[in-house]
Every structure is written in C-alpha cells, then in structure tokens.
Nanobody
Framework: QVQLVESGGGWVQPGGSLRLSCAAS????????MGWFRQAPGKEREFVAA???????HYSDSVKGRFDIYRDSAKNTVYLQMDRLKPEDTAVYYC????????????????????WGQGTQVTVSS
C-alpha cells in the first residue's frame, strides 16, 4: 500500500508560479512511477506529467515548457514546479503512483495508477 500526501496548492495570479509536493510512503519509492493529474470543474481528469523510475519524463502538450516534474528519492517526494501559470491551469491537482515502471503508453491513463493523493486546489486568477 502506498500513501500519498500532497501540499503546495493555492491562489496565484496569471504568470505566477507554484510548486506542488507529493510525499509517498514505501521503501521502494525510486521504483515508482509518479504522475500528476488535474481536474477542473465540469471537466474530466487529465494527465499533466509523469516521471518513471530510472528516468523518463513526460508532459501533456498543454503544460510542456511551463511545468517541471522531478523527484527526490532521499525524501520520497515528487514535485511539480508550475511556472507561467494561466487561468486554464485552475484545477484540483492529484498526485498518483504505481509501484512499478509503467510503459510510456500507460502513463496518460489515470486508471493505471492504483494510488492517489487527496488533491490540492490550484487557482489562477487576477
């Protein structure tokens, strides 16, 4: 069983930055695939970014070049650095994990991640 605890959400003006954190339990964090998803009101959950064990980072086209996902295995934590935020980035952001190295084609589907955090709200508005 993997437990995920997120932090770092909040309100920010357009163009601003936020960093989300997701702390994971478990002794083999370095082997996990870690992902971030988001869900805006009235919309379906969508993939944001993922980092696989042993390397391999992937982003959705909507955040590529603005968001950065990285992990600190010493702290069992994955981060999502979000820069140049836009109002359309407003959503509840969820951390997700699978305790294996997912193949690339499975990264984008949330159903392939059995473990989820509680979500953290990100609001981008002026």
């Amino acid at each position: 069983q993997v437990q995920l605890v997120e932090s770092g959400g909040g309100w920010v003006q357009p163009g601003g930055s936020l960093r989300l954190s997701c702390a994971a339990s478990g002794r083999t964090f370095s082997a996990y695939t870690m992902g971030w998803f988001r869900q805006a009101p009235g919309k379906e959950r969508e993939f944001v970014a993922a980092v696989r064990s042993g390397g391999g980072i992937h982003y959705s086209d909507s955040v590529k070049g603005r968001f950065d996902i990285y992990r600190d295995s010493a702290k069992n934590t994955v981060y999502l650095q979000m820069d140049r935020l836009k109002p359309e980035d407003t959503a509840v952001y969820y951390c997700a994990a699978d305790n294996s190295r997912l193949i690339v084609s499975r990264l984008w589907n949330g159903e392939n991640y059995p473990y989820w955090g509680q979500g953290t709200q990100v609001t981008v508005s002026s």
